[in-house]
């Protein structure tokens, strides 16, 4: 699929959920709008190298969601039986889907960098070359266990690429509050190691910085991707953004959709036309209606199932 359906797809996904929880039929859900470039960007890097395992975050609707059909997205979302990662028993999109290379276990902010960090270290011991990549905000950080992971990871030279999507919000502390830098990539020379910043808006700089990031945690050692991003909407459906952020300041960052550039830079290459663009709106519009309807019909999961995916042998 190309990428501007794909990323056509999320967003239409993404404001449906957004409704969906306002409707009560999805219990929570943390928006991806304004993070789609850099979650994608990355993405097709990680598609392209073939030999890529993810650890993304509650934010990365856009990565969580690839190679899932829409309506098993809903599934998710709503708690149904036919989830992925944790058969509807889980906060949405959040487990362990080892079919397409992808663990979250957890929402306590900065938990996946050590888990990505001894990922990346049983890789590194079975001299396997996948490269790891943790999916993190500005937030997590500052957190003390992204110390610990980056630590590490320095030390062990660990082939993992730390991917920090700074939105400059931490739910409504921003982020001259939580840190005295501009750049977070400039924690990575703490560790010893380098740190890139990219655009997160542009999709082609994203993919293009994180193709150079995993070349570089294959062969050398861990690398601090910093993705400037905006976030369009509150930080969850359980927030509201009125009360820390100006109106004016949220219209002012949508003015750089990574959606509305995306598909004005390939119509002006000539690679799409605006019929193209548009056609594949309502196409993603289209799939997401049906995928509406399939998540509501679906069954709850059975209450047998209450253990399934808790421990293993
Ligand atoms: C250890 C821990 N502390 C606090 C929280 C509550 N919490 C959830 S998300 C969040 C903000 C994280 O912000 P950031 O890392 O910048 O990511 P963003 O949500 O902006 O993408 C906080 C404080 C939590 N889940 N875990």
Redesign the pocket.
């Known amino acids: 699929m190309l990428c501007y359906n794909r990323m056509a797809l999320v967003r239409a996904l993404d404001e449906r959920i957004w409704a969906l929880n306002r409707q009560g039929k999805v219990p929570i859900a943390?928006s991806c709008q304004g993070?789609e470039a850099a979650q994608l960007g990355s993405l097709l890097a990680a598609e392209k190298d073939g030999d890529c395992f993810l650890f993304p975050?509650?934010?990365d609707l856009a990565i969580k969601s690839a190679g899932l059909t829409p309506a098993q997205v809903m599934f998710s979302f709503m708690g149904k039986a036919g989830d992925p990662f944790s058969n509807g028993r889980q906060f949405p999109l959040q487990g362990a889907d080892l079919s397409r290379r992808m663990i979250q276990t957890s929402?306590?902010?900065?938990?996946g960098l050590t888990h990505a960090v001894g990922y990346a270290l049983g890789c590194k011991m079975l001299r396997d070359k996948t490269v790891v990549l943790v999916y993190?905000?500005?937030?997590?950080?500052s957190?003390g266990e992204t110390h610990e992971a980056m630590n590490f990871a320095g030390v062990h030279k660990l082939p993992v690429v730390f991917v920090c999507?700074?939105?400059h919000?931490?739910?409504s502390v921003p982020q001259r509050k939580q840190m005295a830098v501009d750049d977070v990539a400039s924690r990575g020379a703490a560790y010893g190691f380098a740190g890139l910043v990219a655009d997160g808006m542009d999709l082609a700089q994203c993919y293009e910085a994180a193709r150079e990031a995993i070349d570089h945690a294959r062969h050398t050692g861990p690398v601090l991707l910093e993705m400037k991003v905006e976030?369009f909407m509150p930080?969850t459906t359980d927030d509201d953004d009125r009360r820390y952020r100006p109106k004016e300041e949220v219209e002012k960052v949508r003015e750089r959709d990574p959606l509305l550039t995306l598909g004005q830079y390939l119509v002006q290459q000539g690679v799409m036309t605006q019929a193209q663009v548009d056609e594949a709106r309502a196409q993603a519009q289209q799939a997401v209606d049906q995928a509406t309807e399939a998540g509501e019909a679906a069954p709850f999961p059975e209450a047998a199932t209450l253990f399934d995916h808790i421990y293993t042998l």
């Open positions: 943390a993070h975050y509650y934010r929402n306590v902010v900065a938990a993190f905000g500005d937030g997590a950080s957190q999507e700074n939105n919000y931490a739910i976030r930080h």
